[in-house]
T-cell receptor, first 115, second 110 residues
Framework: EAGVAQSPRYKIIEKRQSVAFWCNPISGHATLYWYQQILGQGPKLLIQFQNNGVVDDSQLPKDRFSAERLKGVDSTLKIQPAKLEDSAVYLC?????????????FGPGTRLTVT | TQLLEQSPQFLSIQEGENLTVYCNSSSVFSSLQWYRQEPGEGPVLLVTVVTGGEVKKLKRLTFQFGDARKDSSLHITAAQPGDTGLYLCAGVFGNEKLTFGTGTRLTIIP
């Protein structure tokens, strides 16, 4: 079974530029997550989708971050404009979502450096 | 916001030694997971514990869930260089949102 795919793996941009990340979850997983992981810390949830609907985006900085999952499969996360503090690894995860357990399967992440 | 604190934050030991890392919260988990993350990769699920007092073993790794379901520990016996990585606990609370701990960065010295 193929795992969660993400691209690109690395991205370097200047502040105020825009960037987009792509994620393809495990086939059949209805729930998709985007996390931000700053070096040395645990992942922080940015947004959670159930099929193509948003379940939780309470920690998404909506003035600059946006995400979509139009057909309930692939997802994109965009940052516009980027700030220096956005430098982090952006992880996508998917889950088959059993009630009360919520086991998640992660992609390799995209390492973003903002200069 | 539920917080999970892990200790120690960093641990460096010799190959063959034993170690224990801890995950603590003031809130009750409905379930708790442990992940290991290697450099340049995403976290990989190691185990899920659900019942208070539950103990699960995965080869040389032993995971324990506290009786009150507020804490957990991971014990590694005879550590090997391949055990090196960032160990993350993650708790599921009443709303089923997964919250990650602060992480323990483990280095095993050959």
């Amino acid at each position: 079974e193929a795992g969660v795919a993400q691209s690109p793996r690395y991205k370097i941009i200047e502040k105020r530029q825009s960037v987009a990340f792509w994620c393809n979850p495990i086939s059949g997983h209805a729930t998709l997550y985007w996390y931000q992981q700053i070096l040395g810390q645990g992942p922080k949830l940015l947004i959670q989708f159930q099929n193509n609907g948003v379940v939780d985006d309470s920690q998404l900085p909506k003035d600059r971050f946006s995400a979509e999952r139009l057909k309930g499969v692939d997802s994109t996360l965009k940052i516009q404009p980027a700030k220096l503090e956005d430098s982090a690894v952006y992880l996508c995860a998917s889950s088959p979502h059993r009630t009360g357990v919520n086991e998640q399967y992660f992609g390799p992440g995209t390492r973003l450096t903002v200069t | 916001t539920q917080l999970l604190e892990q200790s120690p934050q960093f641990l460096s030991i010799q190959e063959g030694e034993n170690l224990t890392v801890y995950c603590n919260s003031s809130s009750v988990f409905s379930s708790l997971q442990w992940y290991r993350q290697e450099p340049g990769e995403g976290p990989v699920l190691l185990v899920t514990v659900v019942t208070g007092g539950e103990v699960k073993k995965l080869k040389r790794l032993t995971f324990q869930f506290g009786d009150a379901r507020k804490d957990s520990s991971l014990h590694i016996t005879a550590a090997q260089p391949g055990d090196t990585g960032l160990y993350l606990c993650a708790g599921v609370f009443g709303n089923e949102k997964l919250t990650f701990g602060t992480g323990t960065r483990l280095t095993i010295i050959p």
